[in-house]
Protein backbone atom coordinates (compact mmCIF):
# COMPACT_ATOMS: atom_id res chain seq x y z
CA UNK A 1 0.00 0.00 0.00
CA UNK A 2 1.59 3.40 -0.82
CA UNK A 3 1.29 5.89 1.95
CA UNK A 4 1.35 9.86 1.59
CA UNK A 5 2.20 12.03 4.16
CA UNK A 6 -1.74 11.75 5.91
CA UNK A 7 -1.56 8.24 5.79
CA UNK A 8 2.51 8.26 7.50
CA UNK A 9 1.22 10.80 10.41
CA UNK A 10 -2.02 9.17 11.38
CA UNK A 11 0.31 6.23 11.65
CA UNK A 12 2.55 7.66 13.60
CA UNK A 13 0.46 9.75 16.08
CA UNK A 14 -2.31 6.52 16.42
CA UNK A 15 -5.55 7.66 14.82
CA UNK A 16 -7.13 5.55 12.50
CA UNK A 17 -7.49 6.51 8.36
CA UNK A 18 -10.29 4.22 6.46
CA UNK A 19 -7.91 1.99 4.59
CA UNK A 20 -4.95 2.29 7.27
CA UNK A 21 -4.17 -0.30 10.12
CA UNK A 22 -2.76 2.14 13.25
CA UNK A 23 -3.10 1.74 16.84
CA UNK A 24 -5.02 3.93 19.55
CA UNK A 25 -2.40 5.29 21.64
CA UNK A 26 -0.53 4.04 24.07
CA UNK A 27 -1.29 4.06 28.05
CA UNK A 28 0.79 6.86 29.35
CA UNK A 29 4.44 6.16 30.93
CA UNK A 30 2.75 8.12 33.84
CA UNK A 31 0.79 5.28 34.48
CA UNK A 32 3.18 2.79 34.96
CA UNK A 33 4.19 0.68 38.28
CA UNK A 34 7.39 -1.61 38.20
CA UNK A 35 7.14 -1.02 34.16
CA UNK A 36 3.27 -2.18 34.11
CA UNK A 37 -0.15 0.27 33.42
CA UNK A 38 -0.85 -1.34 37.13
CA UNK A 39 -4.20 -0.54 38.83
CA UNK A 40 -7.29 -2.05 40.07
CA UNK A 41 -10.85 -3.64 38.14
CA UNK A 42 -13.25 -1.87 39.81
CA UNK A 43 -14.65 -5.30 40.95
CA UNK A 44 -12.15 -5.83 43.50
CA UNK A 45 -14.46 -2.88 45.22
CA UNK A 46 -17.63 -4.28 44.42
CA UNK A 47 -19.12 -3.72 47.63
CA UNK A 48 -18.42 0.20 47.22
CA UNK A 49 -19.58 2.41 44.44
CA UNK A 50 -17.37 3.61 41.68
CA UNK A 51 -16.20 6.74 43.49
CA UNK A 52 -15.21 5.00 46.06
CA UNK A 53 -13.71 2.55 43.84
CA UNK A 54 -11.82 4.97 42.29
CA UNK A 55 -10.15 6.37 45.40
CA UNK A 56 -9.43 3.14 46.87
CA UNK A 57 -7.21 2.59 44.22
CA UNK A 58 -5.34 5.51 44.90
CA UNK A 59 -4.85 4.48 48.14
CA UNK A 60 -3.78 1.09 47.22
CA UNK A 61 -0.93 2.62 45.17
CA UNK A 62 -2.73 2.23 41.69
CA UNK A 63 -2.65 4.44 38.82
CA UNK A 64 -5.33 3.12 36.64
CA UNK A 65 -9.01 1.67 37.09
CA UNK A 66 -10.66 -0.81 34.92
CA UNK A 67 -14.51 0.11 35.19
CA UNK A 68 -17.51 -3.08 35.42
CA UNK A 69 -20.83 -2.31 34.37
CA UNK A 70 -23.69 -2.44 37.08
CA UNK A 71 -21.66 -0.84 39.93
CA UNK A 72 -23.27 1.72 42.46
CA UNK A 73 -22.46 4.88 41.21
CA UNK A 74 -22.02 7.10 44.55
CA UNK A 75 -22.64 7.38 48.51
CA UNK A 76 -25.12 9.52 48.04
CA UNK A 77 -26.87 8.37 44.90
CA UNK A 78 -26.35 4.17 45.57
CA UNK A 79 -29.34 4.02 43.95
CA UNK A 80 -27.56 4.88 40.49
CA UNK A 81 -25.59 2.12 38.31
CA UNK A 82 -22.55 3.42 36.79
CA UNK A 83 -22.33 1.75 33.10
CA UNK A 84 -22.60 2.71 29.63
CA UNK A 85 -25.88 4.29 29.88
CA UNK A 86 -24.63 6.62 32.50
CA UNK A 87 -26.14 10.35 31.94
CA UNK A 88 -24.01 13.45 31.08
CA UNK A 89 -23.52 14.29 34.58
CA UNK A 90 -22.49 10.75 36.00
CA UNK A 91 -19.66 10.93 33.60
CA UNK A 92 -18.62 13.87 34.54
CA UNK A 93 -18.21 13.19 37.74
CA UNK A 94 -16.92 10.51 37.67
CA UNK A 95 -14.18 12.37 35.44
CA UNK A 96 -13.71 14.87 37.89
CA UNK A 97 -13.20 12.07 40.66
CA UNK A 98 -10.68 10.53 38.48
CA UNK A 99 -8.79 13.46 37.75
CA UNK A 100 -9.39 14.29 41.88
CA UNK A 101 -7.56 10.69 43.11
CA UNK A 102 -4.77 10.63 40.13
CA UNK A 103 -6.26 7.75 38.18
CA UNK A 104 -6.59 6.79 34.70
CA UNK A 105 -9.56 4.97 33.26
CA UNK A 106 -8.24 2.35 30.90
CA UNK A 107 -10.71 -0.49 30.34
CA UNK A 108 -14.20 -1.21 30.73
CA UNK A 109 -15.96 -4.93 31.38
CA UNK A 110 -16.48 -7.49 31.83
CA UNK A 111 -19.38 -6.05 29.30
CA UNK A 112 -21.54 -7.88 26.99
CA UNK A 113 -21.11 -6.58 23.01
CA UNK A 114 -24.27 -7.27 21.20
CA UNK A 115 -24.26 -7.78 17.54
CA UNK A 116 -26.45 -5.12 16.71
CA UNK A 117 -24.34 -2.46 15.91
CA UNK A 118 -26.36 0.51 17.07
CA UNK A 119 -25.98 -1.31 20.69
CA UNK A 120 -22.31 -2.62 20.76
CA UNK A 121 -21.79 1.64 19.52
CA UNK A 122 -22.78 2.67 22.50
CA UNK A 123 -20.16 0.49 24.94
CA UNK A 124 -18.07 2.14 21.69
CA UNK A 125 -18.89 5.63 22.54
CA UNK A 126 -18.91 5.62 26.29
CA UNK A 127 -15.23 3.74 26.23
CA UNK A 128 -14.45 6.90 23.46
CA UNK A 129 -15.42 9.41 25.89
CA UNK A 130 -12.89 7.89 29.35
CA UNK A 131 -10.16 7.64 26.25
CA UNK A 132 -10.23 4.05 27.39
CA UNK A 133 -7.07 1.75 25.89
CA UNK A 134 -9.34 -1.41 25.67
CA UNK A 135 -12.72 -3.31 26.53
CA UNK A 136 -13.21 -6.10 27.88
CA UNK A 137 -15.59 -9.15 26.55
CA UNK A 138 -16.72 -12.72 26.28
CA UNK A 139 -19.06 -12.14 23.38
CA UNK A 140 -17.70 -14.14 20.66
CA UNK A 141 -20.89 -14.27 18.78
CA UNK A 142 -20.36 -10.86 18.01
CA UNK A 143 -17.03 -10.93 16.66
CA UNK A 144 -18.01 -9.37 13.41
CA UNK A 145 -19.57 -6.20 15.16
CA UNK A 146 -16.59 -6.31 17.24
CA UNK A 147 -14.14 -5.79 14.51
CA UNK A 148 -16.03 -3.39 12.21
CA UNK A 149 -16.07 -1.37 15.81
CA UNK A 150 -12.76 -1.61 16.62
CA UNK A 151 -11.30 -1.10 13.15
CA UNK A 152 -13.85 2.20 13.56
CA UNK A 153 -13.13 3.42 17.04
CA UNK A 154 -8.87 2.34 17.12
CA UNK A 155 -9.68 0.91 20.65
CA UNK A 156 -9.15 -2.75 21.46
CA UNK A 157 -10.94 -5.29 22.24
CA UNK A 158 -10.07 -8.69 25.05
CA UNK A 159 -11.60 -11.67 25.46
CA UNK A 160 -11.92 -13.00 28.92
CA UNK A 161 -11.33 -16.61 30.39
CA UNK A 162 -13.63 -17.33 32.98
CA UNK A 163 -12.94 -20.80 34.52
CA UNK A 164 -13.77 -24.12 33.26
CA UNK A 165 -17.00 -25.24 33.61
CA UNK A 166 -17.29 -29.16 33.69
CA UNK A 167 -21.09 -29.20 33.94
CA UNK A 168 -20.89 -26.60 30.62
CA UNK A 169 -18.59 -28.18 27.80
CA UNK A 170 -20.17 -25.22 25.79
CA UNK A 171 -18.09 -23.03 27.32
CA UNK A 172 -14.77 -22.56 25.97
CA UNK A 173 -13.17 -19.35 27.13
CA UNK A 174 -11.30 -20.62 29.45
CA UNK A 175 -9.24 -22.18 27.11
CA UNK A 176 -6.35 -19.94 25.60
CA UNK A 177 -6.38 -22.12 22.44
CA UNK A 178 -10.03 -21.26 22.02
CA UNK A 179 -9.51 -17.77 22.34
CA UNK A 180 -6.53 -17.96 20.03
CA UNK A 181 -8.88 -19.42 17.37
CA UNK A 182 -11.39 -16.62 17.48
CA UNK A 183 -8.94 -13.94 17.37
CA UNK A 184 -5.94 -15.12 15.27
CA UNK A 185 -7.81 -13.83 11.87
CA UNK A 186 -9.05 -10.89 12.87
CA UNK A 187 -7.87 -6.97 13.47
CA UNK A 188 -4.32 -7.38 16.30
CA UNK A 189 -6.49 -4.95 18.03
CA UNK A 190 -8.55 -7.93 19.17
CA UNK A 191 -7.06 -10.06 21.44
CA UNK A 192 -7.05 -11.39 24.89
CA UNK A 193 -8.06 -10.17 28.40
CA UNK A 194 -5.87 -12.61 29.74
CA UNK A 195 -7.60 -14.09 33.79
CA UNK A 196 -3.82 -15.61 35.42
CA UNK A 197 -6.25 -16.06 38.39
CA UNK A 198 -8.98 -18.03 36.68
CA UNK A 199 -6.44 -20.43 34.41
CA UNK A 200 -4.86 -21.45 37.19
CA UNK A 201 -8.85 -22.74 38.27
CA UNK A 202 -8.80 -24.17 35.14
CA UNK A 203 -6.23 -26.43 35.89
CA UNK A 204 -3.68 -24.36 33.54
CA UNK A 205 -0.28 -22.77 33.59
CA UNK A 206 -0.61 -19.12 32.99
CA UNK A 207 2.60 -18.82 31.48
CA UNK A 208 2.04 -21.70 29.13
CA UNK A 209 -1.24 -19.74 28.23
CA UNK A 210 0.74 -16.29 27.75
CA UNK A 211 3.11 -17.81 25.20
CA UNK A 212 0.01 -19.49 23.50
CA UNK A 213 -1.85 -16.04 22.82
CA UNK A 214 1.78 -13.95 22.32
CA UNK A 215 1.36 -10.89 20.58
CA UNK A 216 -2.31 -10.75 21.31
CA UNK A 217 -2.54 -10.19 25.23
CA UNK A 218 -4.56 -6.86 25.28
CA UNK A 219 -5.30 -6.51 29.20
CA UNK A 220 -4.79 -8.73 32.07
CA UNK A 221 -6.91 -9.35 35.32
CA UNK A 222 -4.22 -10.39 38.07
CA UNK A 223 -4.81 -12.83 40.62
CA UNK A 224 -2.22 -14.74 42.64
CA UNK A 225 -4.22 -17.73 44.58
CA UNK A 226 -3.65 -19.83 47.87
CA UNK A 227 -4.17 -23.35 45.76
CA UNK A 228 -4.30 -24.79 42.46
CA UNK A 229 -8.17 -25.66 42.73
CA UNK A 230 -11.73 -24.54 41.66
CA UNK A 231 -12.46 -23.35 44.98
CA UNK A 232 -9.21 -21.39 45.68
CA UNK A 233 -9.62 -17.78 46.81
CA UNK A 234 -6.87 -14.83 46.52
CA UNK A 235 -4.02 -13.92 48.47
CA UNK A 236 -1.31 -11.32 48.13
CA UNK A 237 0.67 -10.98 44.56
CA UNK A 238 3.94 -13.65 45.46
CA UNK A 239 1.92 -15.71 47.93
CA UNK A 240 0.49 -17.86 46.36
CA UNK A 241 0.45 -20.03 43.27
CA UNK A 242 0.00 -18.23 40.30
CA UNK A 243 3.30 -17.40 39.48
CA UNK A 244 3.14 -14.09 39.51
CA UNK A 245 6.42 -13.10 38.80
CA UNK A 246 7.16 -15.52 35.56
CA UNK A 247 4.29 -13.69 34.38
CA UNK A 248 5.50 -10.38 34.46
CA UNK A 249 8.71 -11.71 32.63
CA UNK A 250 6.64 -13.65 30.27
CA UNK A 251 4.29 -10.10 29.91
CA UNK A 252 7.88 -8.05 29.89
CA UNK A 253 9.21 -10.55 27.38
CA UNK A 254 5.88 -9.99 24.65
CA UNK A 255 6.42 -6.23 24.70
CA UNK A 256 2.81 -6.22 26.53
CA UNK A 257 1.64 -2.51 26.61
CA UNK A 258 -2.07 -3.14 28.01
CA UNK A 259 -3.19 -2.59 31.51
CA UNK A 260 -2.58 -5.16 35.00
CA UNK A 261 -6.00 -4.88 36.40
CA UNK A 262 -5.83 -6.60 40.19
CA UNK A 263 -8.95 -8.18 40.89
CA UNK A 264 -8.76 -9.37 44.24
CA UNK A 265 -11.93 -11.72 45.45
CA UNK A 266 -11.76 -12.41 48.69
CA UNK A 267 -12.19 -9.89 51.88
CA UNK A 268 -14.48 -7.70 49.60
CA UNK A 269 -15.01 -5.05 52.41
CA UNK A 270 -11.25 -4.80 54.18
CA UNK A 271 -8.91 -6.10 51.17
CA UNK A 272 -7.14 -2.38 50.53
CA UNK A 273 -4.17 -3.80 52.25
CA UNK A 274 -3.64 -6.70 50.33
CA UNK A 275 -4.21 -4.74 47.10
CA UNK A 276 -1.58 -2.40 48.19
CA UNK A 277 0.73 -5.10 49.21
CA UNK A 278 0.18 -6.74 45.59
CA UNK A 279 0.97 -2.84 44.14
CA UNK A 280 4.22 -3.77 46.08
CA UNK A 281 4.78 -6.43 44.69
CA UNK A 282 5.57 -5.22 41.22
CA UNK A 283 6.60 -2.13 42.24
CA UNK A 284 9.29 -4.46 43.49
CA UNK A 285 9.28 -6.64 40.38
CA UNK A 286 10.50 -3.48 38.40
CA UNK A 287 13.44 -2.20 40.92
CA UNK A 288 14.92 -5.62 40.50
Known amino acids: MKFNLA ?11 AGSLAFAAPIPDYCQTGGFA ?25 KVIEFFPGQKFSPEQPGLKFDHNATDEMIAAVKTQLEKSGIRAVNYGVVEIPKDEAAARKIFEFAKTFGLYGITTESVDAIDTIEKLVKEYDIRVGFHDHPRRPLDPLYKMWDPAYILSVVKDRDPRIGSCADVGHWVRSGLDPVACLKILEGRIISSHMKDLNKKSPSAHDVPFGTGVSNIAGVLDELKRQHFAGN ?5 EYDWKSSLPEVAQCIGFVRGYGSR
Open 7 to 17: HLLAFTCGFTL
Open 38 to 62: LGCQAWTFKEFTVMEAIQKTAEAGG
Open 260 to 264: VSIEY
